[in-house]
């Protein structure tokens, strides 16, 4: 306790050297590193109170550190990728080093700091195989546009954007899939590879098409133009600090959704692999932006 | 300096009244400069220990010891906003103007870390021009020729009449980080259309600035 | 010489120690001491995350298990769908999925977002589109309210900022189209939502 008590002198007492003394030491022992809440008033710190940056408001007080990242790529002109059937590694879709969040020294998140992650990224899923969907509704065959909209009705495949980390060292050779993210390459048997639903916390899906209705028929439109944007937010449970040097983002397709025994009766998104087969077909991302806040939760 | 007594008082000294003064003077002087290193170094400040902040109601920003928050948003079918092809400052197809209702203005007074992000559900109306054209969006920072498009946002036109109809309704999402000195500043979004007009029909503008 | 007695005089060089006097300095600056110490009190610069009690400017809560309620994750009619909502079970209209109580809040501004992953089956048979909307309420009043999206995949995303003045409850809620009579199959998969996460940031100083 840091209050200064001792009691008022009144006419008649004593004025002794220790006694007078004992009225200065009193405060002298109560603010030696003592002020505390018994001290202060309501409101005493306002802003000033505060260490201020004078560029920025990073002062690890609440926030600690972003990032931002854009590829520079705009709307066209941006990499394609191909799927597949077979498992095997995503293609990083960040254009190397256009907007990966790197922290050469690297970027402590302590325990209970949050990692808020926000990425966006422009698709156009231009290199569709329409002999592979299947024709329904009555649509006439012939026509370009013809669909190509399957009576299984969940016949459109989708692409699958998600965040890696590295959280080993600057030399960025060691990516893993962020904390309640799966790798979509799990063997589901005959089911495909794929993950779990409940493993997408860091996954944006793209469409690699979308049915349409046009003069009472339903057709497949080719999916450009299409801007995607997705949240990732993470708070160390883990009790000890959890150092970032780098985040990036991967792609990989095609995927279905699938819930049978394979998967364990659990929804998840797998590499269909019976026919048709869904390897060849491309998606071309252009523009990505990648951001992320490293900031206190109390 | 933290605090020490001028004056050791020993038995048989005089008391002078200067002395006596001159410690409560010093003390009156130390309250009002006192070191941080008096201070005790322990989570003891919690929220009551802090100046209230501000609310603009007419933003919907409260202005914080930490920073100033808020944001702008609309709900379904309670009122909506706009981009359109024509202006009558349009010279040009690719002219971007604000969008109304998107906007924040603030005045900073310490250097902060803006953290803006937006999302609107937006269609593009047909326009009968037999064309599908279509309406994005991007943020502006300041004033509108310092745009920025790196979470550009694209509606297309949903005309039914063409065989390109799209019916793509999915919501444009977008955001934008960078620190900022002290100054009045705005952020908000700006739109380009093709197409004669297309309807923000629910939105929300969100502003993070970090002080602290 | 004999010991000297606080007294009533005045404060005199050499005279006798006034105890009224003594006190009106000394008693007002204790009082300042002891909670009274404001902010012209301290230099400047000198808070840091040491001083700082947990939650003393905000708090922060995060729900990263949001998806389509258990209830309503029923087999569709084929093992290449999801396990999802079905009109068998659900008739139209807005669905309470998700819902949680924010406590140890106080006057400020609330910050939300809410980041998914949806599915939905856009023609069954019929021509005419199905989607989903979202709604997040706060103390029950809406603070996002959508229109549907009308994709057969999207990644939803949404964020609201209001001011509170204490303790809330924060649902969300879905809504798809309903079903078309005699048309839409009562079993088969219409509408799936996964892989959610509602970030809430509460601002208080």
Redesign the interface.
């Known amino acids: 306790m840091s ?2 008590d ?1 009691t ?9 050297a220790a006694g007078l003394n004992e ?1 200065f030491t009193d ?1 002298q022992t ?2 030696t590193a003592g ?1 505390d809440e ?4 309501s ?4 802003y ?5 940056n004078n560029a920025h408001g990073k002062t ?3 926030l600690r550190d972003w990032k931002y990242a854009n590829n520079g790529v705009g709307t066209s002109g941006g990499a394609t990728y191909t799927s597949t059937t077979i498992a095997g590694a995503p293609a990083e879709l960040s254009h190397g080093a256009g907007s990966r969040l790197v922290w050469p020294l690297g970027q402590e998140l302590a325990a209970n700091d ?1 990692l ?1 992650a926000h990425f966006w990224l422009w698709a156009d899923a231009v290199g569709i195989d329409e002999s592979k969907y299947k024709v329904a ?1 009555g649509n006439a065959s012939g026509n370009p546009y013809a669909a190509l ?1 399957g009576i ?3 016949d ?1 495949p ?1 692409w699958v954007a998600w965040l890696q980390w590295d959280i080993t060292s600057n030399a960025l050779a060691n990516w893993t899939e962020v904390p ?1 993210q799966g790798d979509f390459d799990s063997n589901f048997s005959s ?1 495909g590879n794929g993950s779990y ?2 493993e ?2 860091a ?5 690699h098409g ?4 046009f003069s ?3 057709y497949l439109l080719k999916h450009t133009d299409l801007p ?6 993470y ?1 160390n449970d883990t009790g000890s600090p959890i150092t970032i040097y780098g985040l990036r983002l991967v792609i990989n397709g095609l995927f ?5 025994s ?1 998967t364990s ?1 659990k ?1 998840a998104l797998t590499k ?1 692999i019976s026919a048709p087969t869904w390897d060849g077909e491309t998606i071309e991302i252009n523009g990505v932006t990648l951001g992320a806040l490293v900031q ?3 | 300096m933290p605090y020490t007594p001028l004056k050791t008082w020993a038995d ?1 000294d ?5 002395d ?2 001159a410690e ?1 003077d010093y ?2 002087d130390y ?6 290193t008096d ?9 009551k ?5 501000n ?1 603009d109601p007419v933003q ?3 202005d ?4 100033q ?3 702008q ?1 609309v ?4 009122d909506f906003s706009y981009i359109t092809a024509y202006n009558t400052l349009r010279v040009g197809s690719t002219v971007w103007e604000h969008v109304p209702l998107t906007s924040l203005t603030l005045e900073i007074r310490r250097p902060v870390t803006l953290f803006f ?1 937006w ?1 609107a ?1 937006f269609a593009g109306y047909p326009d009968g021009s037999g064309s599908t054209g279509y309406g994005d969006l991007a943020l502006f920072r300041s004033n509108k020729s310092l745009r920025n498009t790196d979470c550009r946002c694209r509606a297309p036109e949903e005309d039914r009449t063409v065989l390109t109809y799209r ?5 444009g ?1 977008g955001f934008f980080i960078e620190d900022q000195g002290v100054g009045t500043y705005s952020l908000g979004l700006v739109g380009q259309a093709t197409c004669s007009k297309v309807q923000l ?2 939105f ?1 503008v ?3 600035a970090f002080a ?1 | ?1 004999p ?6 005089a005045q ?7 006034d ?2 006097g ?2 009106a ?3 007002p ?2 009082g ?29 809560v ?1 729900d ?1 298990s949001v ?1 389509l309620s258990t209830g309503l ?1 029923n ?2 009619t ?7 909502l079905r009109y068998e079970d659900y008739g139209g209209g807005w669905y309470a999925n998700t819902s949680f109580n924010v406590s140890g809040l ?1 006057e ?2 609330l ?1 939300l ?1 809410f ?1 998914g ?1 949806a ?1 939905c ?5 019929d ?3 199905k ?1 989903f ?1 979202i709604r997040v309420l706060w103390n029950g009043i ?22 509170i003045t204490g303790d809330g409850t924060l649902s969300l809620e879905f809504e798809f189209s309903p079903p078309a009579p005699g048309t839409d199959s009562s079993t ?2 219409q509408f ?1 939502l ?2 959610g ?1 509602i ?1 809430v ?1 509460a ?3």
């Open positions: 209050r200064v001792n008022s002198p009144k006419a008649g007492d004593a004025v002794t009225k405060i109560a603010t002020l018994a001290n202060f008033r409101e005493a710190l306002d000033t109170k505060f260490p201020v690890g007080i609440v949050m808020r509704y909209v299984d009705e969940t459109i989708v309640g089911a639903c409940d997408m916390l996954t944006a899906v793209i469409p979308s049915r349409y209705a009472g028929q339903t995607v944007r997705r949240s990732y937010n708070v279905h959704p699938v819930c049978s394979f009766n929804n269909k206190r939760t109390t | 048989g005089v008391i002078l009244s200067a006596v003064q409560l003390v009156r309250v009002r400069q006192m070191p941080a201070i005790e170094a322990s989570a003891w400040a919690n929220s220990h802090v100046m209230r902040g609310y919907n920003v409260a914080l010891v930490s920073g928050f808020g944001g948003g709900l379904f079918g309670t992000q999302w559900q019916e793509n309704r999915h919501v999402s029909y629910s929300g969100s502003l993070e602290l | 010489m010991a000297a007695k606080f007294s009533e404060t005199v060089n050499q005279g006798l120690v105890a009224r003594f006190n300095n000394y008693d600056l204790k300042v001491l002891n909670g009274g110490l404001d902010r012209t009190s301290t230099e400047d610069g000198w808070v840091s995350r040491t001083h700082l009690a947990p939650n003393a400017l905000h708090k922060v995060l990263t998806e994750q087999s569709g084929s093992a290449f769908r999801f396990d999802c106080r400020g501004m910050h977002e980041s992953l599915w089956n856009k023609f069954y048979t021509a005419n589109p989607g909307g809406a603070v996002v309210h959508t229109g549907r999206w009308y994709t057969e995949w999207s990644t939803p995303y949404v964020s609201a900022d209001f001011p088969s998969p799936h996964w892989g996460h970030l940031v601002r208080f100083r």
